[in-house]
């Protein structure tokens, strides 16, 4: 075994003695000719799209496209090396039996390395075999996935989708309990000789566990109460889902500075698991302080104190103070979760505004109790309230009056953020529906019934170009409008409503040429905007309306332009409007901080 061992060791020797001198003159002239700063060019052809880019990620030789050339041999090596390589990189579309001629040569400056490639008939499916086991086997979501990356008889191979399709499964297994699912058959057998495949997979589900016992630790609220925030039942069907819903529901709660929701495997049942959810309690006070500036209220500070949670129960206290040039307010209100403290909750709330501005004098007291349910995407609120206002107007004596007041809002929210920032809505729109009234006969001065509808729509043209509209209609009817409160009439005019127009300045006068209010409403705005950097935008507008006693009524309109900027909490906006029905057509700023919707 030695001595051929030996014998077979002098045959590849005097071989490579024969082949040296031969390779070795034909790389030394070639070095001869070659300039120092030689470099390689790559050249594919035959493939494109996919495949190009596939046998450019698997080409080895591609690292030294464009850049100074190794030695010859080391070129040769790669380069022969390649033709393997692209075989490997057409396999996975199908491509099993390619032609490819390839070559190496010093041309110029550069040392030229050529591929050409015909990928050749592709492998197509034939015998498919792919079933689902277990108690997975009835579940609707498995088929679906079957009908949507399932594999088809006759379609090329592809194995990309022969991975995405096992992917999914093992995802869908995750997020729906089945927690000992596996592959008890995986094969693809190609067949060179008539170019064809067959796929043999069986995916066995096992059994589906169900929710077993939620266990909450570490918190300051009673347990009942935090079980009302869950959207399942023990023994239902385990769903990721439900568990990902429970996370943000908590988190949005503000109880908690941390959430971790998460299966107890480890503790699982026949065919249950546990649930743990480990909190831990946010600081149960908060305070805020802040100043600002607002073109329609003028300089302004805000005090704020929150407690986060009253009792065990979850009752909540919110109460704050904003002073201002032209109002002063402070409300208290107490909030109690409803049966489902995501959705629901019931509030007890106590305001006093003080307000004067351009003759407007006024300071409302208000108590009201509130009913608010969320319906996906609907809000809807039931509202009564007692107010009590003392008003004037110019130099008029100042009256008192009284209103017990049942409403009734609904609000309708669908949006789409543009990008990855959730503060610059891409499409959607919102609508809003408002009806109250009083009746002279129950606590109130005089009888009255109004309605207000406001609505905002945008769209994105382009990702940098967008339209905004915003439409409000208002109504009532009452007994006596003199002694209507301020609170309770329509006024039109300021950042909100008609831009080029002071804040609450539209509408009919008194003799004193004080503005006091309409019974009707009616304002609109067209806005363009454009995006010249990654968090700024240009924008144009027009923005008309009024408020009025009666029909017709003459419509007030400005032009202006303005710049947002896309902030971490909103968009800024700075806005300059003309008022083109004014004497003069005055220029005025408006400044604003708040969502699109």
């Known amino acids: 075994m030695v001595r051929l061992g030996t014998v077979g060791g002098w045959l590849l020797v005097s071989q490579l003695i024969l082949h040296i001198p031969a390779s070795f003159a034909q790389e030394s002239e070639e070095r001869q000719r070659a300039p120092e700063d030689a470099k390689v060019k790559v050249t594919i052809e035959g493939v494109d799209g996919e495949l190009e880019d596939n046998v450019r990620g698997y080409l080895s030789i591609m690292e030294l496209d464009g850049k100074a050339a190794p030695a010859r041999f080391r070129l040769r090596f790669l380069q022969q090396r390649g033709e393997e390589q692209i075989r490997e990189a057409l396999a996975p579309f199908g491509y099993y039996k390619p032609t490819i001629e390839s070559s190496l040569e010093l041309t110029g400056s550069n040392w030229e390395v050529y591929y050409s490639i015909a990928p050749g008939e592709p492998v197509r499916l034939d015998q498919i075999d792919i079933r689902i086991l277990g108690d997975g086997k009835d579940d609707p979501k498995f088929q679906k996935i079957l009908t949507d990356y399932g594999l088809t008889s006759g379609n090329i191979l592809r194995h990309s989708a022969y991975e995405t399709l096992k992917t999914r499964l093992r995802n869908l297994a995750t997020e729906r309990g089945y927690y000992n699912a596996r592959f008890t058959e995986q094969t693809v057998q190609v067949e060179l000789t008539d170019l064809s495949a067959d796929v043999t997979l069986y995916y066995d589900t096992s059994v589906r566990y169900s929710f077993g016992e939620t266990t909450f630790c570490c918190s300051e609220l009673n347990n009942d109460f935090l079980h009302r925030f869950l959207n399942y ?197 919102r609508i809003s529906a408002y009806v109250q009234g009083a009746s002279s006969s129950v606590l109130s001065e005089t009888s009255f019934v109004s309605a207000q509808l406001s609505a905002k729509w945008v769209h994105s043209y382009t990702d940098k170009f967008r339209m905004l509209l915003r439409g409000e209609l208002g109504g009532m009817a009452v007994s006596d409008f003199s002694v209507l409160s301020p609170s309770l009439r329509f006024f039109a005019g300021g950042d909100y409503s008609v ?18 209010g309409g019974r009707y409403l009616a304002t609109g705005s067209v806005e363009f905007d454009y ?67």
Do not use: C
């Open 233 to 429: 039942e023990e023994g239902d069907a385990f769903q990721t889902r439900e568990l990902l819903d429970l996370q943000v529901a908590l988190s949005g709660s503000q109880y908690f500075s941390s959430i971790e929701v998460a299966p107890d495997w480890q503790n699982r049942g026949d065919s249950t698991v546990p649930i743990t959810v480990d909190i831990k309690p946010n600081e149960r006070d908060r305070y805020q302080f802040g100043l600002g500036y607002g073109t329609d209220t003028g300089a302004r500070a805000t005090v704020g104190f929150d407690r986060r949670w009253v009792n065990a129960k979850g009752h909540k206290l919110n109460s704050i103070l904003r002073l201002s040039q032209v109002q002063n307010t402070g409300f208290v209100s107490y909030i109690i979760p409803g049966n489902d403290p995501v959705t629901d909750q019931y509030s007890l709330t106590g305001e006093i505004t003080d307000r004067s501005y351009q003759e407007q004098r006024s300071t409302l007291y208000r108590f009201t109790a509130r009913d608010t349910r969320h319906f996906n995407n609907w809000q809807r609120t039931y509202q009564l309230g007692w107010q009590r206002e003392d008003f004037a107007f110019g130099d008029q004596p100042t009256r008192s009056s009284n209103f017990l007041i049942p409403s009734v809002e609904v609000s309708l929210v669908e949006s789409t953020s543009l990008g990855d920032n959730r503060n610059l809505v891409e499409d959607g729109y």
């Open 531 to 597: 995006r010249v950097a990654e968090s700024w935008r240009l924008a144009v507008f027009s923005d008309f309306g009024n408020s009025f006693m009666d029909w017709p009524v003459t419509i007030k309109q400005s032009y202006g332009i303005g710049v947002r900027w896309i902030s971490p909490i909103g968009p800024v906006r700075f806005d300059v409007a003309q008022a083109v029905d004014e004497p003069g057509n005055p220029w005025r700023i408006h400044l604003t901080l708040g969502p699109d919707l």
């Open 499 to 516: 831009r080029g127009y002071e804040f609450e300045q539209l509408g009919p006068r008194n003799e004193e040429g004080v503005v006091i």
